[in-house]
């Protein structure tokens, strides 16, 4: 009865194990480098993003940061959302031939954002910082690429600026790329960033739940288990016991 109590106790275990693996995944490392959050966006839309900078150092803060922005995909309108202890610096440039906002024509452009931390509001060591930029109407281009200086209080500068290669692996330091999607036609049903830019969901899914379903079947199996080994103990005392 011990042995049969111990079998199933450790079967519903590894079921469980399964199944929450199945659900939640493994986490892996995150990022150190600077990104834009989130990563994807509709061409000829409004988006929200936020640069956030982790900062790498294990003595020294981030005081500044110099987001640039792409000279092949000018944007009419860009604005900076206030960060505490952070004074931000506005570049233009002209533009030719203009680009076309709500039916007017714009010569100037945002070329590029400086942020500078003030009195002790450098992002420190172990923390990260998000600076958020609202921006459009995105160009109809595949991708943004914003070439980022992540400066620190010792005058070490990291540069974010190497362009991701197409089917190659993720360079040492790569910068900041926002993916934008084409915009659907009108009169139909608008796809989701996720689903644009990561057509294979569908197959993870199904993956993703027969390993629930394996998962739950093992711990139906163990519990089944229990439940037989409990019906057996409770028999066993109910049969007298043979006298001489």
């Known amino acids: 009865m011990t042995r049969l109590r111990r079998t199933a106790t450790a079967a519903a275990a590894l079921a469980f194990t399964a199944a929450a693996t199945a659900v939640l995944g493994f986490a892996g490392p995150a990022s ?50 206030p960060v ?67 400066t620190y209080s010792d005058g070490n500068i990291s540069r974010w600026i190497e362009e991701p290669a197409p089917g190659g692996e993720e360079p040492d330091h790569p910068a900041p790329v926002l993916t934008l999607a084409a915009a659907a036609p009108a009169g139909s049903a608008t796809p989701s960033a996720a689903a644009v830019a990561a057509p294979d969901d569908d197959d993870d899914d199904e993956g ?23 019906l057996a103990f409770t028999r066993t005392r109910r049969e007298p016991t043979a006298t001489s």
Do not use: C
Request: aromatic residues 4%; hydrophobic residues 40%.
């Open 84 to 150: 505490p202890g952070w004074t931000v610096a506005v570049e233009k440039r002209k533009v030719d031939p203009p680009i076309e906002v709500h039916g007017s024509p714009i010569t100037e452009a945002v070329s590029k954002l400086t942020w500078t931390a003030s009195a002790d509001a450098g992002v420190k060591p172990g923390q990260f910082q998000e600076f958020p930029v609202s921006m459009g109407p995105l160009p109809t281009v595949d991708s943004m690429i914003f070439k980022t200086l992540q």
């Open 32 to 81: 150190a480098h600077v990104t834009v959050n989130p990563k994807e966006a509709t061409q000829g839309g409004y988006a929200r993003v936020a640069f956030r900078v982790p900062n790498e150092s294990d003595s020294a803060s981030t005081v500044k940061l110099e987001v640039v922005l792409p000279e092949n995909a000018p944007v009419g309108s860009v604005s900076t959302m």
């Open 208 to 230: 993703n739940g027969l390993a629930v379903g394996l998962g739950v079947a093992g711990l139906v199996a163990g519990l089944a288990g229990l439940a037989l080994g409990g």
